[in-house]
């Protein structure tokens, strides 16, 4: 946390400016949560940091991924939903009903879209409907919407067309669980977990094959697998968080 902060603190005068950190708004939303997670108390910098997510909201109340590396930075949903909530945790003070004003605007455009078969946007509306306190009804339709992509190994998967993996399993599980639209008992979830406890290699990691386009020179992490483990180290943050949540 400290190692995070200071990196975050080391930005503040260039989002004041509206310069983003690598990744923009979907970076600065990653770290806001990551260190709200951590119970991070708001400072200068989180100002800063939701400064700069709120300069950044489109007039219908949506953000927009700056580049395309799916499935991290590939979904006008996710980075909405996670904006979003950043605003909802780090607002600063003297200014909330400003922010209060943007969240609403970003929820209203969350509960108009009406995702098909990408399980991002699937997971990311349903966080983000939950998170803004949308109608029970339309955060059990979203639940159930998400479900319906399930598959008979009770996994789920990033697209229609390929196999399910702990990346795509790891966030629906998590969701299920988060938005409060399944209990840890419900087959959805218990079957989720089972997949994700299946597929957990021995290290304690999950692989998961990454589908992006390389867009800077590879370089190793210290993560298992090799030029998979970006996607494969995101992968096992979201199984992690889904075992923790299903208890």
Known sequence: MKTISAFADSWRERLIEGIGIPGDSETVSYILLGLAAERYPADATTDAM?????????????????????????????????????????????LRAEYDAAVKRAASWLANQRPSSVNDDLVFRLLGLAWSKAARA?????????????????????????????????????????????????????????????????DGSWFVKTRAIPLQPFFESGFPHGRDQWISATATNWATLALARAK
């Open 138 to 202: 339309d955060v059990e339709k979203a639940a159930q919407d998400l479900i319906a992509l399930q598959r008979t190994d009770g996994g789920w998967s990033q697209l229609a067309s390929v196999g399910s993996d702990a990346y795509a399993t790891g966030q629906a599980v998590y969701a299920l669980r988060e938005s409060g639209a399944a209990a840890a008992a419900d087959p959805a979830v218990t079957r989720g977990v089972q997949f994700l406890l299946k597929t957990q290699l021995a």
């Open 50 to 94: 939701a400064r700069f997510l709120k300069g950044k909201q489109l007039p219908d109340g949506r953000w927009e991924p700056l580049a395309h590396r799916p499935p991290l930075e590939a979904s006008t949903l996710v980075v909405t939903a996670f904006a979003m909530r950043s605003l909802q945790l780090y607002a600063p003070s003297p």
